[in-house]
């Protein structure tokens, strides 16, 4: 998009400029196409201060954009003496500096530890909801994704296999890799049709029913939330527990064919234990059946 | 307690106490007169021709005629050739260091042919193909131009042995900037010049001052190729190398304090682009990104 890779086909247009055309033979240098780029490092000119680097977009000063991203204090510091945050915020000055027509920002936060993350992707959020401009988000984080996007393309082997909200990625993912994407349990199962829905019987051991009808081999996504412990002997998919984890006051409790979120009694005291044999149920509503691979990628070409 | 046991195991071996003390004694030795001699190797001629006679002869001898002449030369040549080297060679390096094409490290390999080319051979072929009867002697002579034994023939002789050594740093020094920094240049609207001027070249400096002050000091000692190609004329081609030659028979006190002269300007070459180059990797250094923040982690 930012003209640095020459694809092999397609075309790429922003309203009525096109930039590339592999039919027309067509190819705007990144000079001319009008792309705020950020780099996965921010590549920051070492050379030059913050505002010489927002300078060196523009014709002019921009003390304003500095102000705008937080950082006017640091006009004149190099960026080797920023942190990981403000360098994000440098770069997307000046960035901005060159009146992009959009942003394109290339996983911006795989340089920053867990802790700067956080922070530096809800102030990444805010400064987007205000800056009224197109922005694509490149990560391969569907957290980061959720907080950003509005909408969310999945790329999967070169191909955009669903562009969706986070929401519609979550209820109804278009192809298992998706499901898996967003956290869902995936399994493997055969379908067999019932008069309303369906029963899909799985490769490692119980039954689910699921309100969409299916015939034959199948993938199922669950979302772990959705998944509810129970007796072993009251449900015909039992599973042994291999690890409980406290995350964010609920419990991820990890199986070994699955991942289930539940909560903790009232004590705030886990209801389970490693090692155990527990049960699962799921509210058919929830089971999704999945079309095979193969044929969801063909539908969307 | 990490110490009794240490030196335990050491009373522990079969050994003296006084042998390993003896051994490292005579490491120490033989390591320092193998420094002392290859440095008394390199150094002795250097102290020799600075205190061959006294300094006033010495400052005197500076002031001969066929000395000014010399330095005269030397510096006009020198700076024209150093001026064609840097404008031409530095876009030259640029394109060679950051494209990728068929046949990029042949013609790398060819930019080094000079370097390992005796320089009188290097004379010769300037002469066969620059020269009256050279291979564009001709055309030269149509259009009025005759070089031989002329001060232009002294700078395309430095040009040919020195520019070399500064195309050779320059492709290295632009082959490591960082292509992302090139790229971002790019999508901020700088065009290719730009992208060369304000961010090639200022990260590449310490590189590129470093190819540029090996191939002047080069330059400033030329000494075969000059006197093959320009000959040894003093005011017009006798450089200072050429002035040491010729003055070797008639008067050895002013061939050697123009060799003082040449020493003193090679060595404060060397020392400028040492300090030059620290000078740069200083200020460019910069940590990797979130590094400043990664005490934060719990």
Redesign the interface.
């Known amino acids: 998009m930012a003209g640095l890779e020459r694809p092999l086909a397609g075309r790429i247009a922003l309203g009525d400029e096109v930039w590339f055309d592999a039919e027309r033979k067509l190819n705007v240098t990144p000079e001319r196409r009008r792309v705020g780029y950020l780099p996965q490092d921010y590549a920051l000119f070492p050379h030059l201060t913050v505002a010489g680097n927002v300078r060196f977009a523009g014709k002019r000063q921009r003390p304003d954009l500095l102000e705008r991203v937080g950082i006017a204090h640091l006009a004149g510091a190099r960026p080797s003496r920023l942190s990981g945050g403000e360098r994000q915020r440098a770069a997307l000055a000046r960035a901005l500096a060159r009146e992009p027509r959009v942003l394109l920002l290339d996983e911006p936060f795989g340089a920053l530890d867990a802790i700067t993350r956080q922070q530096v992707r809800d102030q990444l959020g805010d400064l987007l909801k205000t800056l009224r401009l197109p922005a694509l988000v490149v990560t391969h984080s569907f957290d980061d994704a959720v907080v950003l996007a509005q909408r969310i393309g999945v790329l999967d082997g070169g191909h955009l296999v669903q562009l969706a909200g986070a929401a519609e990625l979550t209820d109804s993912p278009a192809t298992a890799r998706v499901a898996a994407l967003t956290g869902a349990n995936v399994l493997d199962g055969t379908a067999t049709p019932l008069p309303s829905g369906s029963t899909i019987r799985l490769t490692t051991g119980g039954e689910l029913v699921s309100t969409q009808r299916a015939s034959g081999p199948v993938q199922i996504a669950v979302q772990p939330w959705e998944l509810k412990v129970c007796d072993p002997a009251s449900t015909a998919v039992t599973d042994r527990v291999v690890s409980v984890r406290d995350d964010h006051g609920r419990l991820l409790v990890r199986l070994t064919q699955f991942s289930v979120q539940i909560r903790p009694d009232s004590n705030g005291r886990p209801v389970i234990a490693e090692g155990q044999q527990v049960g699962l149920r799921a509210a058919p509503e929830d089971v999704r059946v999945l079309v095979s691979e193969d044929a969801s990628l063909s539908s969307v070409r | 307690m990490t110490t009794a046991a240490h030196s335990g195991s050491r009373n522990g071996r079969d050994q003296p106490l006084w042998y390993g003390a003896l051994g490292r004694a005579a490491v120490v030795i033989g390591a320092t007169i193998v420094i002392a001699v290859v440095m008394a190797f390199l150094l002795l001629p250097i102290v020799a021709l600075f205190t061959y006679q006294p300094v006033h002869d010495l400052i005197d001898n500076f002031g001969a005629k066929v000395a000014t002449d010399a330095i005269l030369v030397s510096l006009k040549t020198n700076a024209i050739a150093f001026a064609i080297m840097i404008a031409l060679g530095t876009p030259f390096a640029y394109l060679i260091g950051r494209r990728r094409f068929r046949g990029r490290s042949l013609v790398i390999t060819l930019v080094e042919v000079p370097l390992v080319m005796p320089p009188a051979v290097a004379g010769l072929g300037l002469l066969v193909a620059f020269g009256r009867v050279g291979l564009l002697g001709h055309t030269l002579t149509v259009l009025g131009i005759d070089l031989a034994f002329t001060q232009a023939a002294v700078v395309l002789a430095i040009l040919f042995v020195a520019s070399p050594f500064y195309l050779r740093g320059a492709i290295a020094a632009f082959e490591g900037v ?1 292509s ?2 090139l ?9 290719p010049l730009r992208r060369m001027l ?2 090639a070249v ?2 590449a400096t310490a590189g590129l001052g470093a190819a540029a002050a090996l191939a002047f000091a080069r330059g400033v000692g030329e000494f075969g190729a000059t006197i093959l190609f320009a000959g040894s004329f003093q005011g017009t081609t006798q450089t200072l190398p050429l002035a040491v030659y010729s003055l070797f028979d008639a008067n050895l006190d002013q061939a050697i304090a123009i060799g003082v002269l040449l020493i003193t300007v090679s060595v404060a070459i060397l020392l400028a682009s040492k300090l030059v180059g620290s000078w740069t990797s200083s ?12 005490y ?2 719990p």
């Open positions: 960082d992302t920094l790229d971002v240049a790019g999508t901020l609207g700088a065009g304000r961010v200022p990260l200020r460019l250094t910069s940590p990797s990104p979130g590094e400043r923040s990664s934060a982690q």
